[in-house]
Nanobody, 122 residues
Framework: VQLQAFGGGLVQAGGSMRLSCAAS????MGWFRQAPGKEREFVAS????????YYADSVKGRFAISRDNAKNTLYLQMNSLKPEDTAVYYC????????????????????WGQGTEVTVSS
């Protein structure tokens, strides 16, 4: 399984950005991020069955995770970006699609993309 995240870059605070992750196959998927000197943290997840979504409290109401199964692509729409959103963002996938759960731990995922850097300037 190969995952590739792209769409990162530099944006001003209050701006928007959309990340994409190419992934072929049936997976539960998630987005995580890791800021310098910090641990990787959960951002959002979406289940294969039913498309149930979950969000970290820090991004709820600002970020939206979605997927286009026909295009084998996962998205993360990020609005009202803040400097504290600055991090490397990773997409992750897991084949246990019978699980419909928050899946907020790094241990919930088997496959990881290489990450794309997002920098939000103040």
């Amino acid at each position: 399984v190969q995952l590739q995240a792209f769409g990162g870059g530099l944006v001003q605070a209050g701006g928007s950005m959309r990340l994409s992750c190419a992934a072929s196959g049936d997976y539960n998927m998630g987005w995580f991020r890791q800021a310098p000197g910090k641990e990787r943290e959960f951002v959002a997840s979406i289940s294969w069955v039913g498309g149930t979504t979950y969000y970290a409290d820090s991004v709820k109401g600002r970020f939206a995770i979605s997927r286009d199964n026909a295009k084998n692509t996962l998205y993360l729409q990020m609005n009202s970006l803040k400097p504290e959103d600055t991090a490397v963002y990773y997409c992750a996938a897991d084949t246990r699609i019978w699980r419909i759960a928050r899946m907020s731990s790094v241990n919930d995922y088997t496959y990881w993309g290489q990450g794309t850097e997002v920098t939000v300037s103040s």
